[in-house]
């Protein structure tokens, strides 16, 4: 019998992801958000999750896809860290599927390897790829490129 | 100025000092050790913790239900929210009172750190603690202990001397080291002292040459006490041996740090041969502060209050003309000294509008105060001051150095606690080398080539108005009539180990003011190839930052020429001619009398 988990499935850009589930905390509709200036381009803000101040990244600036376009509110999909609750930025919110963890696939090379890095693997549902987030790698952003114009202080 | 000498605490023997603290406990329990338990709970830190947190929500709800209730018709419901208020004001405290410690409990492991070291070292020393009782947030106690505990191994290590030369110098051959602690302003202040060697600023300046932290031109400018702060700058380090205690260049940089990260601040005082005092201000908690809150490009920030000095609205005419420019850098004339400005906005990188530009209607100023300096950060808006929960930042945010964290607002919102050190960095009013030097003002022009030059002015007798390059003045000094001495028919001070003559400049240049001389007397200090000389002067009026033109010649004793400097005419004092009046074998080989080249005027 094939090893099955949860995921929480989400819509970025037309594309399908998803995280395990046992990582969300919760999913919130769009809050207000206070920019941090100099902060990397990635950190949207920061939003009052009941008194807890927790930093909403943006999943699309994240993996390199198109800009939100201006309009278009976010969904929060809250996760929780070793470094406390995140906030992913996504455009909307799926539902919450079945998958077998063993039928995973590595992304092909020819995925942007930036995204490719925060991929754990690419599950092959009927009529659609269900792209399985690595929420350690995408909530960690040493990576990231700095801000252009932010010297270190 | 020497410091004024530590207040030294009541000597108690260690032993004495054990005892008082039993009698102490013994005390607060009188009805017998048996019944200590009922009186005392251990509690987890952890649910310390977590109440804090739940007291820290309750103020916010508290706040918002405040501004809420602001709106409100309803007397029942407004006194209502006024009780709620009270409580949780009462309760707020009483939780942070639960995680308050006796800073004892830091200092109980010292007496035997002194000891051993001391041992080791093969000298004697002797800890007296006064204030053990201060009490601290637990989480600052926390941070404290090592950054004392080196401070107090320096003292013994490099401070103290070997008993022999102790004795040689008479001092007692017990070295003493000093730790006192006691609440000042809502805040803690910590003074850890030695009699030892103290500092020498010699040696740190040769040292800080040597290493090119400063060039010598700096070092010429830098006061005693500058030098001394050197020691705070990483890598650093005076001890001749390296021994494995101290003197491996590790230490008071990361002592500096320690204490900053926690909103504190260390200055260090030395009295060469009589000893060192290191100052620590810290503090009393860090969870709930309160914040003045500013907008900038439509952002809120918190700026924490302890660094808040004063707010200074600029509007209309004053507004256009009130900053001024030196080099691109804006400043301020605050009260006649220099205050050099920091656009929020610009420095946070926020699109376009940029508040309080010149041209703008009101300009809002708010003055903070970092370590020993001043700077102005220019804001679009002023709300309020408000008691704020401080959060910490995730650390995808926590590179950000203008940040100290975050907190949640009235409204429910979050806004950014401005870090002031990290603003101040980011902006480069303080490029850690330089220091507060003979005032506030002098530091931003000492590197700046323009043809204005730094003039200290100050009245003398009838002559009004007289000016000094501040590049001349080696210190300011104020000393008691009473300290006045004669030699060779020549008032004279005793000053730093030397005899220092002093000029009247009033009778020099005539027109003595009626009326009792006043005490103290304020000494300008000018200093030439190790030797000083004191030109007594009635009142140091102001530091300004002019191009001055001679507008007319002297002629007259000890005056250059006059000129227009803030508005008023001005004697330009010609320090070396007076110098050689009074004293005609101070300049060896003896020097030109004009001194005219050190009026290096407005090209």
């Not at chain 2, 309080?356 to 100023?365: E, K």
Request: negative net charge.
């Amino acid at each position: 019998m094939a090893e099955t988990r949860q995921f929480a499935t989400f819509f970025l850009d037309g594309l399908f992801f998803g995280v395990e589930v046992l990582k969300v905390q919760e999913v919130i509709r769009y809050q207000e958000m206070t920019r941090v200036p100099l902060a990397l381009p990635v950190v949207s803000g920061l939003i009052n999750l009941r008194g807890q101040i927790v930093t909403a990244i943006d999943l699309r600036r994240r993996l390199r896809l198109r800009e939100r376009p201006a309009g278009e509110l976010p969904m929060n999909v809250v996760v929780r860290t070793d470094d406390g609750a995140l906030s992913l930025l996504v455009d909307e919110i799926g539902d919450v599927l079945e998958v077998a963890v063993d039928q995973l696939e590595r992304a092909p090379e020819t995925v942007d390897a930036r995204a490719r890095e925060l991929l754990r693997g690419v599950s092959k549902l009927d009529g659609r790829l269900l792209l399985i987030l690595d929420t350690e790698r995408t909530v960690n952003l040493q990576d990231e490129p700095v801000h252009d114009r932010e010297q270190a202080a | 100025m020497e410091p004024p000498p530590a207040p030294v605490p009541t000597p108690t023997p260690m032993a004495e000092r054990a005892t008082a603290v039993v009698e102490h406990v013994a005390a607060e329990a009188p009805e017998a050790r048996a019944h200590a338990g009922d009186t005392t709970i251990r509690v987890d830190v952890g649910l310390l913790d977590k109440l804090m947190n739940l007291a820290g929500e309750l103020v916010l709800a508290r706040n918002q239900i405040l501004q809420f209730a602001a709106g409100q018709q309803d007397t029942a419901f407004v006194a209502t929210t006024q009780s709620l208020n009270l409580i949780t004001t009462e309760l707020q405290e009483g939780v942070m009172k639960t995680r308050m410690q006796p800073i004892r409990n830091v200092w109980d492991k010292f007496p035997r750190v002194v000891r051993d070291l001391a041992v080791a070292c093969t000298k004697k020393a002797r800890l007296e603690m006064d204030g053990g009782d201060t009490e601290l947030d637990k989480t600052i106690i926390e941070a404290i202990k090592d950054p004392m505990t080196h401070v107090i191994r320096n003292c013994v290590d490099h401070g103290l001397e070997l008993p022999e030369v102790r004795i040689a110098m008479g001092k007692p051959a017990e070295g003493r080291v000093g730790l006192r602690a006691y609440h000042e302003g809502g805040q803690v202040n910590i003074e850890i002292s030695d009699d030892g060697r103290g500092i020498d600023p010699e040696k740190v300046r040769d040292k800080a040459i040597q290493r090119g932290v400063i060039t010598p031109e700096q070092a010429a400018r830098m006061t005693e006490r500058q030098l001394v702060n050197l020691v705070f700058l990483p890598g650093f380090s005076t001890a001749e041996k390296v021994t494995n205690v101290s003197g491996r260049g590790v230490g008071m940089d990361v002592v500096k740090t320690n204490i900053e990260k926690i909103g504190g601040s260390v200055d260090i005082q030395s009295a060469p041969g009589a000893g060192t005092t290191l100052k620590i201000k810290i503090p009393l908690t860090l969870a709930i502060i309160p914040a003045l809150i500013v907008t900038t490009g439509g952002e809120r920030f918190a700026i924490p209050q302890v660094s808040l000095l004063e707010l200074v609205r600029l509007e209309g005419e004053q507004a256009r003309r009130g900053i001024e420019m030196i080099h691109g850098a804006p400043v301020y004339r605050l009260r006649g000294n220099l205050l050099p400005l920091v656009y929020l906005g610009r420095e946070l990188e926020l699109p376009a509008e940029v508040e309080g530009t010149p041209g703008w209607d009101a300009v809002n100023i708010v003055v903070l105060q970092m370590d020993d300096r001043q700077f102005g950060l220019v804001v679009g808006g002023v709300n309020d001051t408000e008691e704020i929960v401080v959060k910490p930042l995730g650390k995808q945010i926590k590179g950000v150095s203008a940040f100290a964290g975050a907190t949640i607002m009235g409204d429910g919102k979050v806004a950014l606690i401005l870090d002031v050190v990290g603003i101040a960095q980011r902006a480069g009013v303080v490029s850690e080398v330089r220091d507060r030097g003979l005032s506030k003002s002098d530091e931003h022009t000492l590197d700046r080539h323009d043809d204005r030059q730094t003039l200290l002015l100050f009245a003398v007798g009838a002559q009004g108005r007289v000016a000094v390059p501040l590049a001349l003045v080696a210190r300011l000094e104020e000393f008691a009539r009473r300290d006045i001495e004669t030699a060779a028919g020549a008032d004279v001070v005793q000053y730093r180990g030397q005899i220092m003559p002093l000029v009247h400049l009033s009778r020099l240049m005539g027109g003595e003011r009626p009326g009792d001389p006043p005490d103290p007397i304020q000494v300008v200090v000018y200093t030439h190839e190790g030797r000083s000389i004191g030109l007594v002067v009635d009142r140091i009026l102001d530091i300004v930052d002019e191009a001055v033109t001679i507008t007319r010649d002297g002629g007259r004793d000890g005056v250059l020429g006059s000129a227009v400097v803030q508005g008023k005419v001005t004697d330009l004092l010609d320090v070396r001619g007076v110098v050689h009046t009074a004293d005609p074998h101070f300049f060896t080989p003896p020097a030109s009398s004009t001194g005219a080249a050190a009026y290096a005027l407005g090209a």
